[in-house]
């Protein structure tokens, strides 16, 4: 009898064989602890329709009842990292994760689905931006939110960090109005899709630290202004220090001359991570020291060719890497062009 139950289950996408499942079900208490795993992938088999009435936080959303579904996760998803699987009430998320793992992913099922998600008064999300989360040195948790281009919001122990805050670039808007009011802003200069004088005032609330180059100052008329080299104590668990960022290609200096615009290194209770800024992959980066997540932009002729960052990820070399200010740039073979240097790098939508 339990053979024939499990060659049923086999034939409505539950096992790959008679009698042999290939991935894991768990609970929420297991699940939960994956969805917050940098180490994990999160992936939602629904509907857009279904995953825009909300959904776990940093979840990626993939319908498996599409036709394009596997060549979809093959292009999105890492097949070294645990995939935590979810739909409405499991049944979807079971066929996906047998889909999965007979194409050389790790998957794990949420039994129940977003449904027993809800019921264990678990969150969920209606907003879109892909999120990170990682642990610092003494296991609080740091988020990083996908906003655009070069918009970061930062998220650690309930302060709110915003790199670059922009309203509008193209056709793509990000609602400063709904966030909560910034602890910390970081500007890099004052090109419009790094500068934007009315995100700032949305951001700013009677404590906020806004930290940027001279220039930016300038315009402003306030900030707290600081010039590569510059290392500032924001807090016990919050350091800064500016970097350098300019280009050096002939024909490009005139955009980002050396000496005038920010990069920054922001270490965040022992976590290291490098905001380049606008830059080409300058003989600086290699004296970053330790760094644990990057953040380095691809888009000639402003910044950097695909093949300048691969080089400028070989000098600094961090743990986990994110292409951003990529525009229209195909950052898309960087991963694995990357994976033999043991770096971990990640493409969101920060085009």
């Known amino acids: 009898m339990k053979k024939i139950i499990s060659c049923l289950s086999a ?5 790959s064989a008679c009698g042999q499942q290939n991935f894991e079900n768990v609970g929420t208490a297991d699940f939960a602890d994956l969805a917050t795993d940098a180490s994990a992938v999160v992936l939602d088999v629904r509907t857009a ?8 936080e940093r979840a990626i959303n993939i319908d498996v009842n599409q036709s394009d579904f596997l060549q979809k996760a093959q292009a999105a998803l890492p097949t070294d990292k645990t995939i935590a ?3 409405r009430s499991g049944r979807r998320s079971a066929k996906a994760a047998g889909i999965l793992a007979d194409n ?6 949420l039994e129940g689905g977003i449904t027993a998600w809800k019921k264990a008064g678990l969150p969920v999300t209606t907003v879109d931006y892909e999120v990170d989360v990682f642990k610092t040195k003494s296991g609080k ?3 990083f939110y996908a906003l655009m281009h070069a918009s970061i919001r930062m998220v650690y122990d309930g302060k709110e960090i915003e790199i670059d805050p922009v309203n509008k670039l193209g056709n793509r808007t990000t609602n400063y109005s709904a966030m909560p009011k910034a602890d910390y802003i970081f500007v890099t200069h004052e090109h419009g899709d790094h500068f934007d004088k009315d ?4 951001l700013q609330g009677e404590k906020t630290v806004l930290v940027t180059n001279q220039r930016c100052a300038g315009i402003l008329g306030y900030g707290q202004t600081m010039a590569n080299g510059d290392k500032r104590q924001l807090a016990s668990d919050i350091a800064v220090e500016a970097v350098p960022a300019y280009n050096t290609t002939e024909g490009h200096l005139q955009f980002h001359p050396k000496g005038r615009d920010n990069g920054y290194v922001l270490t965040i209770d022992g976590l290291r991570i490098y905001i380049a800024g606008d830059t080409e992959d300058i003989p600086e980066m290699s004296a970053l020291g330790d760094i644990d997540i990057a953040f380095l932009p691809c888009n000639q002729p402003y910044t950097m060719t695909t093949t300048q960052l691969v080089s400028a990820a070989r000098m600094v070399k961090p743990k986990v890497l994110f292409p951003y200010h990529y525009g229209q740039t195909d950052v898309s073979a960087l991963p694995a062009q990357l994976q033999a240097d043991g770096i971990d790098a990640r493409i969101r939508h920060y085009e």
Not at 199 to 202: K, N, R, V
């Open 104 to 109: 050389g992913f790790k998957p794990v099922n």
């Open 85 to 87: 699987v979810y739909c």
């Open 199 to 202: 995100a700032l005032q949305l």
């Open 141 to 143: 948790t740091l988020k």
């Open 11 to 15: 034939l409505l996408g539950l096992t």
């Open 49 to 56: 329709e279904e995953f825009g009435e909300g959904h776990l």
